[in-house]
Each structure stands twice: as C-alpha cells, then as structure tokens.
C-alpha cells in the first residue's frame, strides 16, 4: 500500500494509552498519515486489554466489530495490547480477519506490518509520543511489570516482572511533555510506590517526585497505582511537603478483612492499612484518598463483605472504585475453594457502590462555600456566538496552539486536585475568559450530583 491511512482503537487503562500513544508516535516517525475514523482507514489498529473478563469481552467484541471493515476499504487489521500478549494463537486461528497479532515486545512491528519503511526502535520506551490525551494533562509510565503475587491478577504473567525507567529517561520525557503544553504529569505504573528498587536496589519515588517538581511549567503531579505494602516515611514525607504533588493518592486496598487479604496474596493486613491510612491523613493535610475494593473473592462470606462494608462507611474514601472478582485462568485465585455465585458479586457491589453514592454526595456538600484552584478541561458555547453563528458569522474555535478566549463566556468543565481525569468526577464553572489547559481559583457554590458547581473569582 502507498500511503495507507491507519487508525488506531486504544482500549483498557492509562498504561495501554501510553503505550497507544507511543505506537503513534513510531508510525509517525515512519511518516504515516492517521484518520481518526476506522470506517476510513487502510489499516486499523486496536490495542487491546486482556485484564479482567469484562475487559477481554470488550476486546474482542470491537475486533469482531471492526474485522466486518474488512469487506468494505480496510486492507489490514493489526492487533495488539494485552490480550494479544496473552491470546496470541487463539485470536489467529479464530478471528481469520485479523491480519497480525503482535505482543508486547515487538512494538516495532506494527509499523511494518502497516507498510511504512521505518518505525522508530525496537521497544516502546525510548520513542516519541502522539497524545491522545488533551495537551494541558499526560500519563508518564515509570516502570513496566509487576512482582507482586496478588492471587488474582495475571498481569506478572503478561507484562512481566518490575523494570523501573532510569530517573533520566523519566525526567526527559517529562520535560518533552511540558514544552509540549502539559500542566499536569500523572505518574503510573503497575505499582509506582517500588520505582527505582530495580535499578538502584531502593525505593526511589520520593527523589523522582522532588527532581520532577523542578520542571519550570509544570503545574500538578498527581501519584497512581500506589501500593499499600510498599510505602515509607520519606516518600509520604515528599508527598506532604512538595507543592505540587498534589493531595491526591491512588491507593487499591482490594479488601480489609485478614483472611481475603491474605488469600489474595496483598502482602498486608487490616492493622497495616489502617495505620497507614491513619498516618497519611494525619501528615497530609488536605488528602484527597482514591481506592479499589474488589468483591466476591472465594471465600467471601457475608461476615467477611460485611467487615469491608463497614471499613468502607467508617473510612469514608473521598474516591472509591470497586469490582467483581473476576476467575482468570493461570492465576492462583482460579483454583481456590469458595467462588461465590454472580448473584451475589453484582448485589455486593451495589451495595458498595450505594455506600459509597452517599459518603461522596456528603464530601461535595462539605465544599459549598470553600475556594478551589480549577484546572479548565472543556468550555462550552456563549449566548452571543450561538447567535453570531445563526447570523453566519465565525466563532473563534480551540486551535492546537490553545483555546481562543471568547469575552462572554459563562460555562466550562474542569477538575480540581482531587480529581483525577476519566475516572472522578468534574467542577461545572462559571466564568468569563475560560481557556483549556489554564488554571481558575472559584468559589464552589453548590453541587449536582458527583460533581461540583463553582464561579470563578478571578
């Protein structure tokens, strides 16, 4: 093909957008020319997730989906990601359309096998990025792999063990992200709290978030996928005393009772993350505390989803995300004793998430009245462009180099620190002026259901 136009379909988490977003980049680099329609492209790529059972239904949904363009102008479906990590021989001898299966290892291919000439090196790591996310915020991946032997996750088994990045190539491609417009660095990894324990035989988040906060520009750097048993006094220490770390952790706990935590393979306790809740709150002022429960684990019974139940009201997460267990095979929790029934895992999560509906409808009302910094996501039409536009003029519109003010402007969407993007919720604000990617002291005024309601003060 000359020229072929390729799309690409980025499913799953933050860690396959990076990866998504780096696959561009060397397609790039080989002077590929992108659609953003599938409908529309040569070749299409889909970047899947082969995590939990939802995940892989996903994935395979859309391939099945999009592999129907191959009887219309699509010359080549490419598959990738996760689940092809994982599925490898079963997605080539059962979808025939799919033209390639590649693994996670052999990036570098998707480019060939698009038809370009050239794609950059082998591996993913060191290449540039196409962003896929707005300019003002970045996803910055500082390790790949896992060690830990949760029971029910079969990442280890797909991405391999914990590689830390040197503290350079980090730093680098932050500073690439911040001449680039981002505001906002929000640091993932399968457990970011071990970075560095690899390479420098100790743990060294604490360092990379102090030389971080020296990128002039650099507004926010916001910490996810922590882990609770690999915390320790001086990263808490950076978290609370650098400004612009913000308040905000990630922090799965799966489960609270003893005996799950310890079939799960967490490596902690109750006592243990009870006492490092406690001392975070305590050392943090202003922390905002996101986790992740999972429900109906094998050998959950009511006094056990009752113990986490309670846990939850008691602690009272400001963010809180939960979970079906999910049965993957090849992992330990497959082969235990005691799965519990559907049934009871959907009504278990109802109810955590009915709890949970009510401690953050509590925790908004507690902010009326309060002043909040707003970094601006999305600014909405003015009553005198709408009427501009009907008389057939031009309103000034969003260009790559930044937003265009318009001096009548009265509503945009943003988030404060303790929000997180794509998963918490949103600040609806009133302003004139809006521009994506600027930040807004406001004054909350009232609140609509998980998002709060402000006007701007400045």
Same mark, same amino acid.
């Given at each position: ?41 040569? /070749? ?399 004054? /909350? ?14």
């Amino acid at each position: 093909m000359k020229n072929p136009k390729i799309a690409l379909i980025s499913l799953g988490c933050t860690k396959n957008l990076v990866d998504s977003e780096k696959i561009l980049g060397r397609l790039a680099q080989g002077g590929a020319s992108f659609c953003q329609e599938p409908e529309a492209a040569d /070749v299409l790529i889909i970047n899947t997730c082969g995590f939990i059972k939802e995940a892989k239904e996903e994935s395979v949904e859309t391939i099945l989906q999009m592999a129907r363009l191959k009887d219309a102008r699509l010359k080549k479906l490419i598959v990738t990601g996760c689940l092809a990590e994982r599925y490898q021989e079963e997605l080539t001898r059962d979808i025939p359309e799919i033209d390639h299966v590649v693994g996670l290892e052999n990036f570098n291919q998707v480019a060939e096998f698009s038809g370009l000439k050239k794609g950059g090196r082998n591996g993913c790591q060191e290449d540039s990025r196409l962003r896929l996310t707005p300019r003002h915020y970045s996803y910055l991946k500082v390790s790949e792999g896992c060690n830990n032997p949760c029971s029910y996750c079969s990442i280890p088994s797909i991405r391999g063990p914990f590689k830390s990045r040197s503290m350079e190539d980090v730093l680098r491609e932050a500073g690439e992200l911040v001449s680039s417009g981002t505001k906002e660095i929000n640091l993932i990894a399968q457990d970011s709290t071990l970075y560095g324990i690899d390479l420098y035989g100790r743990k060294r988040l604490h360092e990379l978030l102090q030389r971080l906060s020296e990128i002039d520009d650099l507004r926010w750097i916001r910490l996810l996928y922590t882990h609770p048993a690999h915390f320790y006094p001086a990263l808490i220490k950076e978290i609370a005393s650098n400004e612009k770390v913000v308040k905000y952790l990630d922090l799965p706990i799966q489960h609270i009772n003893d005996k799950i935590l310890s079939r799960m393979g967490r490596g902690v306790n109750r006592g243990d993350i009870e006492g490092l809740i406690k001392r975070l709150r305590e050392e943090v002022s202003g922390l905002f505390l996101r986790s992740t429960v999972i429900v109906g684990f094998p050998g959950e019974r009511e006094e056990e989803f009752q113990e986490l139940l309670d846990f939850l009201e008691e602690t009272a997460f400001e963010r809180l995300g939960a979970f079906t267990y999910s049965r993957e095979e090849g992992t330990a929790a497959a082969g235990l004793r005691g799965h519990v029934s559907e049934k009871i895992k959907k009504k278990r999560l109802g109810e955590v998430m009915s709890l949970q509906q009510g401690l953050t409808f509590r925790e908004n009302a507690r902010w009326v009245g309060k002043e909040i910094e707003v970094l601006v996501e999305e600014v909405g039409a003015t009553l005198a462009v709408a009427q501009n536009k009907r008389a057939g003029a031009s309103p000034a519109t969003e260009n790559r180099a930044g937003a265009s003010p318009a001096p009548t402007l009265r509503w945009g969407y943003g988030r404060s620190y303790g929000d997180a993007p794509e998963v918490d919720g949103n600040v609806k604000l009133e302003g004139s002026n809006l521009m994506t990617g600027e930040f807004r002291r406001a004054l /909350v005024t009232t609140w609509e259901g998980y998002n709060l309601v402000a006007r701007c003060l400045d």
